[in-house]
């Protein structure tokens, strides 16, 4: 008989690229939505060679297979969100746009636009980046950019949190529900991060911590925060408790590679020795 004890709650389907190193991608996505009880499915949309020192190849999986992966998860399994990520070019997002339209209209998306890895890899060309305003932001969307993916959004420099505000306004424009500018780039000691949730704004500023190994967590913020949406949080309950789950796991990394480190996914698994 099964064990009863432990049950899923909510389920996510998972748009986004694959990570060979773990930190990142659709890796930390799956080991993020696993560790906070939801169910994570995934449609790979590229898959690269990439380790915490840089990416080193991207291989972009062919629209017809990214199609076909998120139909079969759809028309089966279902999904209470849909968490997109890295969505290379032009045709992968309106591929990814198209398929969700017609078969998860109505079902909610936290939207992380990736457009640069940490070590600084484009992982969005440009000729994508007006296909994402134009077809994958929708009213139940929450979009989850950092200040640099946001810049290029919005056209303008972001430096302060007054810009943040009103990026995040300028973004909620385009149709979005709501948005969640991640302050991580801005100078400082203190982390400031700014949802605005239909006209409402909510702030979080919590101590930097001083680290390398930060590969990933806009990634692991992105799914914790579908996760929670997934089990019936608020937009502001999922946000706060995604962002004390991944700063437990930037506070815990293993400390693996010579470069921008991965998190530690499965910190709610560690047992204190006594």
Do not use: F, N
């Given at each position: 008989m099964a064990n009863q004890t432990y049950s899923i709650k909510g389920r996510v389907l998972?748009?986004?690229?694959?990570?060979?190193?773990?930190?990142?991608?659709?890796?930390?996505?799956?080991?993020?939505?696993?560790?906070?009880?939801?169910?994570?499915?995934?449609?790979i949309t590229a898959i690269t060679a990439q380790n915490t020192l840089g990416v080193s190849g991207v291989h972009v999986v062919p629209n017809?297979?990214?199609?076909?992966?998120?139909?079969?998860?759809?028309?089966?399994?279902?999904?209470?969100?849909?968490?997109?990520?890295?969505?290379?070019?032009?045709?992968?997002?309106?591929?990814?746009?198209?398929?969700?339209?017609?078969?998860?209209?109505?079902?909610?998306?936290?939207?992380?636009?990736?457009?640069?890895?940490?070590?600084?890899?484009?992982?969005?060309?440009?000729?994508?980046?007006?296909?994402?305003?134009?077809?994958?932001?929708?009213?139940d969307t929450l979009l989850t950019p950092n200040i640099p993916e946001a810049e290029v959004l919005i056209g303008r420099k972001i430096q302060s949190v007054d810009d943040m505000k009103a990026a995040a306004t300028a973004l909620s424009a385009l149709g979005a529900r709501a948005v969640l500018i991640k302050g991580g780039h801005l100078e400082g000691d203190r982390l400031i991060d700014i949802l605005l949730d239909e006209g409402d704004f909510t702030l979080w500023e919590t101590q930097r911590i001083q680290t390398r190994h930060t590969h990933g967590t806009g990634c692991t913020l992105a799914s914790g925060i579908a996760a929670y949406l997934a089990q019936g949080h608020t937009i502001r309950e999922a946000v706060d408790s995604a962002r004390a789950f991944v700063l437990k796991a930037i506070d815990s990394a293993p400390g693996f590679g010579e470069g921008q480190g991965p998190l530690n996914h499965c910190h709610p698994l560690r047992r204190d020795e006594t």
């Open positions: 998972i748009v986004a690229g694959s990570d060979s190193g773990g930190g990142a991608g659709i890796q930390a996505d799956v080991k993020t939505i696993t560790m906070l009880g939801s169910y994570a499915a995934t449609a017809e297979m990214i199609r076909d992966q998120i139909v079969s998860v759809i028309t089966d399994i279902g999904a209470d969100v849909i968490k997109t990520g890295m969505l290379v070019d032009k045709k992968v997002m309106i591929c990814v746009a198209d398929a969700l339209k017609e078969h998860a209209r109505d079902v909610p998306r936290v939207v992380d636009p990736v457009m640069v890895a940490k070590g600084g890899a484009p992982l969005m060309q440009e000729d994508a980046v007006e296909v994402l305003k134009e077809r994958l932001i929708t009213r």
